[in-house]
């Protein structure tokens, strides 16, 4: 709700500023939402002990709310993961899931992945800058609430923690949505 | 949601272009137009604000006044050429995704009369917002000039009917008259947030003030119009009219409107909330009627080549409003109205209108200028025109309520009595800071 509002009248601002052919770009600080709620951070364990859970719970981003009508022309994904390894050596992937309903988060496929090879006792930074999302994912940032969720799946016997320093989506909207 | 979005965005697209809107005017004649928007004669505003003018002669042979002017509405053919679906046309359609408000707004601002030869463009630059948990940024880039710091609005006061008879200067009617007044200002956040990308703040109110008025009557009026020095040819003209302003109803309301935000920006237990707050008081129609006195004065000298005139209307005229219901409106997400007052008494006041004119005119060459304000600041014409033979050359320049500086040129050819008549017009109505210009094409008749 609150989204809507300060959208509304940024984005009415924005046409009365005559942005009617030029394009309107939102930098949404994903991570920022997560951080609040401690959700950047996701243990993960290899093999998976059966009941321990690989994801974060559900979270929620506050959108734009432009309206199934508009197109969105490009979603650029960056930000960087640590893997924290404490011990074992294997792999690490890092998953990202987004969705508009909170309970098919994580059925879908993810909108991205990053992989980290991860040694005994180091961290591995892995930025990450996903150019464009696919097709189909576009149409979720027009909606006026976003859920995300975050998986780690290991493989080898490792243990550690993945820890999100930064997560930002830029969305271009193609038409004019006004 | 997008429809809401919308209809609200066009709405303040309107209100944030109601200054230039209102500092141009819709100007029928390519001749005026060629001038600046310069009145001489009996025509444009001259007689409609100094009533002095009802008794000066027309002088159509002396400054090739046209008896009747009849715009040839170029503009429609070319916006019906680009548009000649409107009822389906998807740029007028909210809900389709081509719906161009930019278009919408700016066919509003400059109806389709004339042709519009260059169109003023509308900024192309990118637009960004910055959104986090705790964060909105928005930058509107070279666009961000166009928010408008000051007050702007839109106000009129007309009078449009007036029937009546006269004998030898002494004229008896009665005379409808309408002001309204719309105003808005963006408070300071607001103007931050949206002109200098100040992130928004917590707990902080965004909002505009925002003034409205309505009101309408008749007025039954003496006025006397007539010559009391000098013959046909020049002379010493005065005028005057004695209104007895009746109220039929007006509505007024002031206040703030926007939203506050919570403890955080896009998250925590307070969302934003909107906000306003408004003192709404009127009488409708059918309450007791509104009264009041007021008048016009205007006088014009004409000597040789020379013609001096000043006007100046509603002079005086507050209209006393004896059955008056003042109510409170606060809304906080829910809407609540508190009744303050009924049956009180209140007052309001017909802006004072005046206009000043000056015309020179030798041989085949008519020069002018004109000062006009109608309670929204002075539009100030300066123009003239050089007759040579069969062909008329125009040229004027004006500075609008704004005080921005427009230009105006033309020409025209005549063929007995009929003339052709050509102007060209800058403004700067559009949403953009550059200006367009407007050809205007008449037919007059002699």
């Given at each position: 709700m609150r989204a809507k509002w300060l959208c509304l009248v940024a984005l009415t601002a924005a046409a009365a500023a005559g942005c009617g052919e030029g394009r309107a770009i939102f930098d949404i600080d994903v991570f920022s939402f997560l951080s609040a709620t401690d959700a950047d951070t996701l243990p993960y364990v290899g093999p998976l002990p059966p009941g321990v859970p690989d994801t974060i719970p559900v979270q929620t981003i506050q959108s734009l709310g432009i309206g199934s009508s508009s197109l969105v022309d490009t979603v650029r994904i960056t930000g960087s993961v640590d893997f924290v390894n404490a011990t074992g050596t294997g792999n690490v992937t890092f998953q990202v899931f987004f969705d508009t309903a909170k309970s098919a988060v994580y059925t879908g496929t993810p909108a991205f992945s990053v992989a980290g090879a991860v040694t005994p006792g180091a961290t591995t930074s892995s930025p990450f800058d996903i150019p464009d999302l696919p097709t189909a994912l576009k149409p979720l940032f027009l909606a006026s609430t976003v859920y995300v969720g975050i998986r780690a799946s290991a493989t080898g016997t490792i243990q550690g923690t993945a820890k999100l320093t930064a997560l930002r989506a830029r969305i271009v909207i193609q038409d004019k949505f006004f | 949601m997008r429809t809401f979005v919308v209809g609200l965005g066009v709405v303040v697209l309107l209100g944030g272009a109601a200054a230039p809107a209102a500092a141009q005017w819709l100007v029928t004649?390519?001749?005026?137009?060629?001038?600046?928007?310069?009145?001489?004669?009996?025509?444009?505003?001259?007689?409609?604000?100094?009533?002095?003018?009802?008794?000066?002669?027309?002088?159509?042979?002396?400054?090739?006044?046209?008896?009747?002017?009849?715009?040839?509405?170029?503009?429609?053919?070319?916006?019906?050429?680009?548009?000649?679906?409107?009822?389906?046309?998807?740029?007028?359609?909210?809900?389709?995704?081509?719906?161009?408000?930019?278009?919408?707004?700016?066919?509003?601002?400059?109806?389709?009369?004339?042709?519009?030869?260059?169109?003023?463009?509308?900024?192309?630059?990118?637009?960004?917002?910055?959104?986090?948990?705790?964060?909105?940024?928005?930058?509107?880039?070279?666009?961000?000039?166009?928010?408008?710091?000051?007050?702007?609005?839109?106000?009129?006061?007309?009078?449009?009917?007036?029937?009546?008879?006269?004998?030898?200067?002494?004229?008896?009617?009665?005379?409808?008259?309408?002001?309204?007044?719309?105003?808005?200002?963006?408070?300071?956040?607001?103007?931050?947030?949206?002109?200098?990308?100040?992130?928004?703040?917590?707990?902080?109110?965004?909002?505009?003030?925002?003034?409205?008025?309505?009101?309408?009557?008749?007025?039954?009026?003496?006025?006397?119009?007539?010559?009391?020095?000098?013959?046909?040819?020049?002379?010493?003209?005065?005028?005057?009219?004695?209104?007895?302003?009746?109220?039929?109803?007006?509505?007024?309301?002031?206040?703030?409107?926007?939203?506050?935000?919570?403890?955080?920006?896009?998250?925590?237990?307070?969302?934003?909330?909107?906000?306003?707050?408004?003192?709404?008081q009127y009488s409708k129609p059918g309450n007791t009627l509104g009264h009041g006195i007021g008048g016009d004065i205007g006088i014009a000298w004409v000597s040789g080549p020379i013609e001096i005139g000043v006007g100046v209307n509603d002079i005086g005229a507050t209209i006393t409003w004896p059955d008056t219901r003042l109510d409170s409106a606060f809304y906080r997400d829910s809407t609540y109205s508190v009744p303050v007052a009924n049956h009180v008494e209140t007052k309001t006041k017909l802006p004072v209108s005046y206009i000043a004119n000056l015309a020179y005119t030798v041989g085949n060459t008519t020069l002018g200028a004109d000062v006009l304000n109608t309670g929204r600041g002075s539009v100030v014409h300066v123009g003239g025109e050089q007759r040579v033979g069969l062909f008329v050359v125009r040229g004027g320049v004006a500075r609008d309520q704004r005080k921005r500086i427009e230009f105006g040129f033309g020409g025209g050819l005549r063929f007995g009595g009929l003339g052709l008549d050509v102007g060209f017009w800058t403004h700067t109505n559009s949403l953009s800071n550059e200006r367009g210009i407007t050809m205007a094409t008449s037919l007059s008749i002699y």
């Open positions: - | 004649d390519a001749r005026r137009i060629g001038m600046g928007g310069l009145s001489l004669g009996r025509s444009g505003s001259l007689e409609r604000y100094n009533p002095a003018y009802r008794a000066v002669d027309a002088r159509a042979d002396r400054r090739g006044q046209p008896k009747v002017t009849i715009p040839i509405p170029l503009g429609i053919i070319q916006f019906l050429h680009d548009h000649p679906h409107l009822s389906s046309d998807p740029a007028f359609d909210p809900k389709s995704r081509s719906f161009n408000p930019i278009l919408v707004v700016n066919t509003i601002l400059n109806l389709p009369l004339y042709l519009e030869i260059k169109k003023a463009p509308t900024p192309t630059n990118d637009v960004a917002f910055t959104i986090g948990q705790d964060s909105l940024m928005v930058n509107l880039g070279a666009a961000a000039k166009l928010v408008p710091e000051d007050q702007f609005g839109i106000s009129g006061s007309s009078r449009p009917l007036s029937p009546g008879f006269g004998f030898k200067g002494l004229r008896v009617g009665v005379m409808g008259w309408v002001h309204n007044d719309a105003e808005f200002q963006l408070e300071d956040n607001l103007l931050g947030f949206l002109r200098d990308s100040v992130p928004a703040q917590h707990r902080t109110f965004y909002g505009s003030f925002v003034h409205g008025t309505v009101e309408a009557g008749f007025a039954p009026t003496v006025s006397y119009a007539g010559r009391i020095a000098g013959d046909s040819t020049g002379g010493f003209y005065v005028g005057g009219a004695l209104h007895y302003y009746v109220g039929v109803g007006y509505g007024r309301t002031d206040g703030l409107a926007g939203f506050i935000t919570g403890d955080t920006i896009f998250a925590g237990s307070n969302p934003v909330t909107p906000d306003g707050r408004t003192l709404t």
